[in-house]
């Protein structure tokens, strides 16, 4: 199990990478706050978790994932250093587990992910071609988002 002492100044990156991590595995950020690195898309067994700050958790949701506003409104509030028992840590709240694939349904996502994958190659190569910038277009560094997940009531400073 990765320490549970993450402290405000550590990034959630090297957080996921003290993870210890499945070769076919994810992680996946809980609505508890924790981050659960998961087995096989056949499994998803808990390999490893670590509780998050909220800070943490917002840094990790800017750079992974678009903010709607009912994922902020889930995670509010939310601090998963204090997910602290081993039971907690292992077991995700229901709304948080993966999807468990069969050897069949996996096969569907992967050709699904394929063809996907071949689309978005495509218009990357058509924006290319008529002038647009694709390596600024498509660069890692995404907007951040403005969202507070302070509880209501609180100020950033506050908390």
Request: aromatic content about 6%; glycine content about 6%; hydrophobic content about 30%.
């Amino acid at each position: 199990m990765a320490s549970q002492e993450s402290p405000q100044d550590t990034t959630y990156r090297a957080l996921i990478y003290s993870l210890k991590h499945h070769p076919e595995g994810i992680v996946s950020l809980g609505s508890d706050g924790v981050l659960r690195s998961f087995s096989g898309p056949l499994e998803r067994h808990v390999v490893d978790a670590i509780g998050f700050s909220p800070s943490q958790i917002k840094n990790f949701l800017d750079t992974t994932e678009p903010w709607p506003q009912e994922r902020e409104d889930q995670l509010r509030g939310v601090d998963g250093r204090k997910v602290t028992t081993r039971d907690a840590l292992f077991t995700p709240p229901e709304d948080s587990k993966p999807q468990v694939y069969t050897e069949e349904s996996l096969k569907k996502r992967m050709e699904e992910i394929e063809r996907l994958n071949k689309e978005l190659f495509e218009g990357i190569e058509r924006e290319r071609e008529i002038g647009v910038d694709v390596a600024a277009k498509y660069a890692c560094g995404r907007k951040r988002s403005d969202f507070d997940l302070s509880p209501r009531g609180e100020s950033k400073e506050e908390v």
